[in-house]
Protein backbone atom coordinates (compact mmCIF):
# COMPACT_ATOMS: atom_id res chain seq x y z
CA UNK A 1 0.00 0.00 0.00
CA UNK A 2 1.22 3.26 -0.59
CA UNK A 3 0.63 5.92 1.88
CA UNK A 4 2.61 8.87 0.00
CA UNK A 5 0.18 12.12 -0.71
CA UNK A 6 -0.43 12.57 -4.47
CA UNK A 7 0.83 15.40 -6.52
CA UNK A 8 -2.38 17.31 -6.28
CA UNK A 9 -3.09 16.19 -2.18
CA UNK A 10 0.59 17.39 -2.05
CA UNK A 11 0.04 20.61 -4.02
CA UNK A 12 -2.85 21.62 -1.44
CA UNK A 13 -1.02 20.50 1.69
CA UNK A 14 1.70 23.15 0.33
CA UNK A 15 -1.18 26.15 -0.50
CA UNK A 16 -2.36 25.35 2.67
CA UNK A 17 0.14 25.70 4.79
CA UNK A 18 1.79 28.86 2.74
CA UNK A 19 -1.90 30.02 4.07
CA UNK A 20 -1.39 29.39 7.56
CA UNK A 21 1.95 31.02 8.03
CA UNK A 22 1.13 33.65 6.16
CA UNK A 23 -2.58 34.71 7.81
CA UNK A 24 -2.50 32.55 11.18
CA UNK A 25 0.87 32.38 12.54
CA UNK A 26 1.57 30.58 16.02
CA UNK A 27 2.28 33.90 17.63
CA UNK A 28 -1.38 35.27 16.33
CA UNK A 29 -3.48 31.87 17.34
CA UNK A 30 -2.15 31.70 20.74
CA UNK A 31 -2.65 35.12 21.24
CA UNK A 32 -6.61 34.44 20.59
CA UNK A 33 -6.27 31.52 22.75
CA UNK A 34 -5.57 33.72 25.98
CA UNK A 35 -9.49 35.08 25.90
CA UNK A 36 -10.86 31.49 26.60
CA UNK A 37 -14.37 32.63 26.79
CA UNK A 38 -14.19 34.65 23.14
CA UNK A 39 -15.04 32.96 20.19
CA UNK A 40 -12.48 33.89 17.91
CA UNK A 41 -15.22 35.27 15.09
CA UNK A 42 -11.97 37.24 13.11
CA UNK A 43 -10.86 33.36 12.80
CA UNK A 44 -14.19 32.25 11.77
CA UNK A 45 -14.11 34.76 8.78
CA UNK A 46 -10.76 34.13 7.55
CA UNK A 47 -11.46 30.50 6.78
CA UNK A 48 -14.17 31.15 5.24
CA UNK A 49 -12.57 34.35 3.19
CA UNK A 50 -10.23 31.48 2.58
CA UNK A 51 -12.77 29.09 1.09
CA UNK A 52 -11.86 26.56 3.52
CA UNK A 53 -15.97 25.84 4.61
CA UNK A 54 -16.40 24.84 1.53
CA UNK A 55 -14.13 22.01 1.27
CA UNK A 56 -15.53 18.51 1.33
CA UNK A 57 -19.18 20.17 0.01
CA UNK A 58 -19.76 18.79 -3.38
CA UNK A 59 -19.33 21.18 -6.06
CA UNK A 60 -23.22 20.71 -7.24
CA UNK A 61 -24.33 22.64 -4.23
CA UNK A 62 -21.84 25.51 -4.31
CA UNK A 63 -18.67 23.76 -2.49
CA UNK A 64 -15.37 23.30 -3.85
CA UNK A 65 -15.58 19.43 -3.11
CA UNK A 66 -12.75 17.68 -2.04
CA UNK A 67 -12.68 14.02 -0.15
CA UNK A 68 -12.10 13.18 3.75
CA UNK A 69 -8.49 13.04 2.78
CA UNK A 70 -8.74 16.89 1.92
CA UNK A 71 -10.37 17.59 4.92
CA UNK A 72 -8.16 15.70 7.01
CA UNK A 73 -4.76 17.73 5.09
CA UNK A 74 -6.77 20.51 5.69
CA UNK A 75 -6.88 20.02 9.27
CA UNK A 76 -3.83 18.78 9.61
CA UNK A 77 -2.10 22.10 8.33
CA UNK A 78 -4.71 24.17 10.65
CA UNK A 79 -3.10 22.45 13.48
CA UNK A 80 0.32 22.92 13.15
CA UNK A 81 -0.65 27.01 14.28
CA UNK A 82 -2.86 25.60 17.13
CA UNK A 83 -4.91 23.24 17.45
CA UNK A 84 -8.04 24.43 18.15
CA UNK A 85 -7.71 26.01 14.49
CA UNK A 86 -8.90 22.99 13.36
CA UNK A 87 -11.99 22.93 15.64
CA UNK A 88 -13.12 26.44 14.78
CA UNK A 89 -13.44 24.76 10.91
CA UNK A 90 -14.71 21.42 11.95
CA UNK A 91 -17.42 21.80 14.56
CA UNK A 92 -18.88 24.18 11.25
CA UNK A 93 -17.76 22.57 8.20
CA UNK A 94 -16.82 19.17 9.41
CA UNK A 95 -19.05 18.28 11.22
CA UNK A 96 -21.88 20.64 10.54
CA UNK A 97 -21.51 20.86 6.70
CA UNK A 98 -20.35 17.33 6.07
CA UNK A 99 -23.41 15.76 8.52
CA UNK A 100 -25.88 17.71 6.07
CA UNK A 101 -24.15 16.33 3.21
CA UNK A 102 -24.48 13.05 4.29
CA UNK A 103 -28.19 12.74 6.04
CA UNK A 104 -29.46 16.07 4.86
CA UNK A 105 -32.11 15.27 2.30
CA UNK A 106 -31.61 16.87 -1.47
CA UNK A 107 -34.08 19.48 -0.59
CA UNK A 108 -31.77 20.38 2.23
CA UNK A 109 -28.35 20.13 0.57
CA UNK A 110 -29.90 22.38 -2.05
CA UNK A 111 -31.05 25.08 0.19
CA UNK A 112 -28.80 25.37 3.00
CA UNK A 113 -25.07 23.98 1.44
CA UNK A 114 -24.98 26.42 -1.82
CA UNK A 115 -26.64 29.60 -0.07
CA UNK A 116 -23.55 30.97 1.83
CA UNK A 117 -20.58 32.71 0.45
CA UNK A 118 -19.15 34.63 3.21
CA UNK A 119 -20.12 35.11 7.42
CA UNK A 120 -18.87 37.23 9.74
CA UNK A 121 -20.18 36.78 13.45
CA UNK A 122 -19.93 39.59 15.56
CA UNK A 123 -21.93 40.63 19.06
CA UNK A 124 -25.06 42.01 19.26
CA UNK A 125 -25.88 44.05 22.79
CA UNK A 126 -28.76 42.87 24.93
CA UNK A 127 -30.08 43.30 28.26
CA UNK A 128 -30.04 39.88 29.87
CA UNK A 129 -26.79 38.27 28.30
CA UNK A 130 -24.82 41.24 27.99
CA UNK A 131 -23.90 40.05 24.36
CA UNK A 132 -25.28 37.53 21.69
CA UNK A 133 -24.15 36.48 18.59
CA UNK A 134 -24.95 38.17 15.17
CA UNK A 135 -23.95 36.65 11.66
CA UNK A 136 -23.67 39.27 9.12
CA UNK A 137 -24.33 36.81 5.91
CA UNK A 138 -23.46 37.40 2.11
CA UNK A 139 -24.88 34.76 -0.17
CA UNK A 140 -24.07 33.51 -3.08
CA UNK A 141 -25.46 34.76 -6.30
CA UNK A 142 -29.12 33.93 -6.36
CA UNK A 143 -29.16 31.89 -3.24
CA UNK A 144 -32.34 32.56 -1.11
CA UNK A 145 -32.63 31.77 2.08
CA UNK A 146 -34.05 33.69 5.29
CA UNK A 147 -33.10 34.50 8.92
CA UNK A 148 -35.37 31.77 10.35
CA UNK A 149 -33.82 29.40 8.51
CA UNK A 150 -30.17 30.18 9.65
CA UNK A 151 -30.94 30.04 12.85
CA UNK A 152 -33.24 26.74 12.74
CA UNK A 153 -30.59 24.97 11.17
CA UNK A 154 -28.11 26.06 13.67
CA UNK A 155 -30.03 24.91 16.65
CA UNK A 156 -28.81 21.51 17.83
CA UNK A 157 -25.82 21.58 15.76
CA UNK A 158 -23.63 23.67 17.45
CA UNK A 159 -23.61 25.03 21.17
CA UNK A 160 -26.71 26.89 21.49
CA UNK A 161 -24.31 29.93 23.37
CA UNK A 162 -22.74 30.05 19.60
CA UNK A 163 -26.35 29.97 18.14
CA UNK A 164 -26.71 33.37 16.18
CA UNK A 165 -29.22 35.27 17.74
CA UNK A 166 -29.86 37.76 14.74
CA UNK A 167 -28.84 37.56 11.02
CA UNK A 168 -28.88 40.49 8.79
CA UNK A 169 -27.85 39.98 4.78
CA UNK A 170 -25.43 42.37 3.39
CA UNK A 171 -23.98 42.67 -0.37
CA UNK A 172 -20.84 44.49 0.68
CA UNK A 173 -18.70 44.75 3.58
CA UNK A 174 -16.54 47.98 5.31
CA UNK A 175 -13.43 47.19 4.36
CA UNK A 176 -10.35 48.25 5.73
CA UNK A 177 -7.34 47.04 3.16
CA UNK A 178 -8.13 43.73 2.89
CA UNK A 179 -10.35 43.01 5.97
CA UNK A 180 -13.68 43.27 6.79
CA UNK A 181 -14.43 45.90 9.84
CA UNK A 182 -16.25 44.16 11.79
CA UNK A 183 -16.12 47.00 15.05
CA UNK A 184 -18.44 48.55 12.30
CA UNK A 185 -20.59 45.75 11.67
CA UNK A 186 -20.93 45.61 15.49
CA UNK A 187 -22.24 48.86 15.26
CA UNK A 188 -24.79 48.64 12.59
CA UNK A 189 -26.39 45.51 14.64
CA UNK A 190 -26.07 48.21 17.97
CA UNK A 191 -28.01 50.74 16.04
CA UNK A 192 -30.24 48.30 14.07
CA UNK A 193 -32.03 46.88 17.14
CA UNK A 194 -31.64 50.04 19.05
CA UNK A 195 -34.05 51.66 15.79
CA UNK A 196 -36.80 48.81 16.51
CA UNK A 197 -36.69 48.98 20.18
CA UNK A 198 -35.33 45.38 20.60
CA UNK A 199 -33.13 44.88 23.75
CA UNK A 200 -33.34 41.24 24.26
CA UNK A 201 -32.46 38.68 22.03
CA UNK A 202 -35.39 35.99 21.24
CA UNK A 203 -35.21 32.72 22.99
CA UNK A 204 -33.27 29.40 21.24
CA UNK A 205 -35.60 27.00 21.81
CA UNK A 206 -34.56 22.98 21.18
CA UNK A 207 -37.09 20.36 19.63
CA UNK A 208 -36.77 17.62 22.43
Avoid at 129 to 156: S, W
Amino acid sequence: MDFRLSDEQEMFRKSVRDYVNRELPKSWARELEKDERAFPHELFGKLAAAGFHAIGIGEEYGGQGGDIMTQMLLARELARSLAGLTWVWGITSFAGGKSVGLYGSEEQKRRHLPAIGIVQVVSAPDDYYVEVPAAFIQLKPEAAVTEEEIIDFCVGKIATIRVPRYVRFVTEWPMSGTKIKKAILREVIAADLKEKGITRAPKITIAS
